[in-house]
């Protein structure tokens, strides 16, 4: 295994965990089976969770986590249910590992609620959004995605783009997004 070039989930836990100063409020916009969401309550006083499906919700309430607030609805809509600035912001995006494939994030909704995020993400705050890009909505989304995170003004924002070269082609891509 090595240490720095590990899986994007990984990775993007470890950047946060390091780089994030003020650990206070964090979004997991695509919550899944929950490892980011778990990660991120470990560190963050208080998390956002959202997810689309009821399977992802009720898998995630087994675990009582008293500072997670569980959002079944589209991350689209984030400022309908966050009234506050955030620390980190993460998304993992693609369909549900195990579950229904057919049920994947999609380059406009994934669009709308980055450019929400955004938006309320403090200075010193870091996004992440993890790419799959190994299928037709993701390689999609990755377009759409990477054509707006190259315009986003470099004053403001540090964006850096993670990419195994030795591997597949179609290996995870891992977008960092830090605000100034
Ligand atoms: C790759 S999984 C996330 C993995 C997760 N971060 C983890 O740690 O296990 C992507 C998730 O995004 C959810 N999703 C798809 N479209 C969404 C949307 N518009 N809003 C919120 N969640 C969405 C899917 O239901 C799926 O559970």
Redesign the pocket.
Known sequence: MFKYVSDV?ELSQNIIDKFVGNKNVAI??????????KFLSSKFNKVYS????DV?IENYKKNSDERVTLIK????KISDYVEENVDAV?Y??????G?DKS????CE??LK?IECALQILNPGGIMTVAI?VGHEQGAKEEGILMEYFMKLDKKKYGVMLHKVVNRSEVAPRLVVIEKK
């Open positions: 989930s997991d916009c695509t919550l899944g089976n929950g490892y980011d969401t959202f997810d689309i499906q992802a609805d589209c991350h689209s993460m993992n995006l693609g369909f549900l590992p579950g049920i994947t994030t999609n909704s994934s609620s799959y």
